[in-house]
């Protein structure tokens, strides 16, 4: 079953999801908070040049593959929007699919700013 999100946060992002997996090791949990940036940054930039190349195949990759990094981090809205890809793209729905990928960089950025006022950036 999947975390949920704190209703006060809009950004649906719950860190006390990777504060359980890291315990009260602040080093680990900017290593793992920074490979989530860098592994969604990576998953973005696919996603814009599978947008650019109308690859559905690409958009339910990259939708797949960011659900479930997402979730590890408590990021349960984003994850649920990686989801939302994921099944549009399969079904063959390009124009859901690609609402739905556009709208993803603009939530990533809301949780990647929500990371670095925890890190202390």
Do not use: W
């Not at 999100?5 to 080093?27: E, F, Q, R, W």
């Not at 290593?31 to 973005?44: C, N």
């Not at 960011?66 to 649920?80: E, P």
């Not at 124009?95 to 739905?100: D, K, P, Q």
């Amino acid at each position: 079953m999947a975390p949920s999100a704190d209703p006060a946060d809009p950004v649906g992002l719950d860190l006390s999801v990777l504060d359980k997996v890291v315990g009260s090791d602040a080093a680990r949990f900017r290593k793992y908070a920074l490979l989530f940036i860098q592994s969604i940054e990576d998953v973005l930039r696919q996603v814009d040049d599978a947008l650019a190349a109308s690859d559905l195949g690409a958009l339910a990759a990259m939708g797949h593959r960011a659900k479930s990094t997402s979730l590890n981090i408590g990021a349960v809205g984003f994850s649920g929007q990686c989801l939302q890809l994921e099944t549009a793209a399969k079904n063959g729905d390009a124009t859901l699919a690609t609402g739905i990928a556009r709208g993803l960089r603009p939530a990533y950025e809301d949780i990647r700013q929500a990371i670095g006022r925890r890190l202390g950036n």
